[in-house]
């Protein structure tokens, strides 16, 4: 639920960000931390565990309607209860998640989390799950998808509306079913109910007529996806940016470069990061990290500290998904393996531009080729345990992140 003010877990970090900055004093920030998560559940918008609840269940892959539910409520022992249900009748009509995990039924996951403005952490989740399972999809679907989709949903972080305001309405079968009309979702697919997509949405209810917060098809938010696939010359093989037009759709700017998230966080809360400035946060990808760690405090520090629309971030690592401003992740090949943002220095330009979709550091190759004679890879922060084993294993973010041998 909300918490005093419309708050939420992402006001936290911001008032971080604004008490660094000398906007507010710490009986304020005390204050926001104490009263903006009122009860259990944190992720109070759009955010990555909403997102892929969504996500899942437009695969088919959860009970409908279990995406929207409280963290509290009857809704929620109810579907837990139906959840044991489910598998049992699964197991008795011999019906696999291979069944269910189709090419059709990705499209419909990145179909829905578009419509509600989801998080970049979706492309990763989702294109590891389908490489898991044997279901060829890419950065590039993601680009066709959103070319066709609009972003429907205004939810938190970049929207007005919180995740309980959704729940209230109906939660996304409703839209799920808009989409499915406007023939955006493949309806054929088969879900763990045992019965089709289409069938599952064949009797929801439409949402309130007076609602605010799903916009109509012919008008909406935006009009084509906020997850933009970028590349060009700092990302090779691709990056992905959550840009829903608030923030502009174009950034140049000055590189300001920082080998770590704690870094870049420590310049950013002592005003050393200013306007104009790009951030890159490096060795934070699949291997550098290892794991690709969220930006969310360094993010939320940007925008606490009022610099969300004079400056942008860009990393090898990931986001989370209340993280917004103008941010650029994912970046591949990461820094750790010698991707070009490993050469990045302070004070190059930077352009990045979320409409022709591409991210460039404008050096001369020769510049490019100078600084690469020049590079060492740095030495792993892991060299035994779980960590060094996973870092040796992960591939490309651009390819999912995945530890399977192929």
């Known amino acids: 639920m909300p918490g005093k003010g419309h708050t939420d877990i992402v006001s936290v970090f911001e008032a971080m960000g604004a008490h660094s900055r000398g906007d507010i004093d710490l009986i304020e920030l005390k204050n926001i931390e104490e009263t903006a998560i009122p009860g259990p559940g944190s992720c109070g918008g759009m955010y990555t565990a909403n997102t892929m609840a969504s996500a899942i269940e437009a695969l088919g892959m959860s009970l409908p309607g279990s995406s929207a539910q409280n963290a509290i409520s009857q809704e929620k022992r109810d579907d837990c209860k139906a959840a044991g249900e489910a598998v049992l009748a699964l197991l008795a009509q011999d019906i696999k998640p291979s069944d269910i995990m189709t090419r059709e039924a990705f499209e419909n996951a990145v179909t829905v989390v578009i419509a509600l403005g989801g998080s970049t952490n979706a492309v990763l989740h989702l294109i590891g ?39 209230a309405i109906g939660g996304i079968q409703p839209l799920m079913r808009i989409l499915l009309d406007a023939g955006l979702l493949n309806g054929n697919c088969l879900t763990v109910t045992g019965k089709t997509l289409a069938e599952n949405l064949a009797n929801v209810e439409p ?5 605010q917060i799903i916009a109509p098809l012919g008008n909406p ?15 090779p093989e691709g990056a992905v940016a959550k840009i829903t037009g608030k923030e502009g759709t174009r950034f140049s700017g000055s590189a300001r470069v920082f080998g770590s998230e704690e870094e870049a966080q ?7 990061v200013v306007a104009g400035d790009v951030v890159v946060i490096r060795y934070e990808g699949p291997k550098g990290g290892p794991g690709m760690r969220e930006m969310l405090t360094p993010t939320s520090a940007i925008m606490g500290r009022g610099l969300g629309n004079d400056v942008a971030l860009i990393t090898d690592g990931r986001f989370s998904g209340g993280s917004h401003g103008f941010v650029v992740g994912h970046v ?4 750790f393996d010698g991707g070009p943002l490993a050469l990045v220095e302070d004070g190059d330009p930077i352009t990045i531009d979320a409409e ?36 040796k294993l992960v ?7 995945v530890t399977d041998q192929e």
């Open 129 to 167: 799950m389908a490489r898991t399972i044997g279901v060829e999809l890419t950065l590039a679907d993601f680009t066709e998808i959103g070319k066709r989709v609009p972003v429907l949903a205004d939810l938190r972080p970049s929207g007005h509306y919180m995740m309980s305001e959704l729940v």
């Open 221 to 235: 938010i935006k009009a084509e996806s906020h997850l933009r696939i970028l590349f060009g010359n700092l990302a």
């Open 266 to 272: 420590a310049r950013i809360n002592d005003g050393t």
């Open 395 to 401: 591939s490309s973010a651009s390819t999912g992140a």
């Open 332 to 335: 591949s090949p990461e820094a």
């Open 356 to 391: 022709a979709d591409t991210i460039d550091v404008h050096i001369s190759d020769e510049e490019m080729m100078r600084r690469r004679a020049a590079w060492q890879q740095p030495e792993p922060r892991y060299r035994k345990g779980v960590l060094a084993k996973y870092a």
């Open 207 to 211: 949402y309130p007529m007076d609602q």
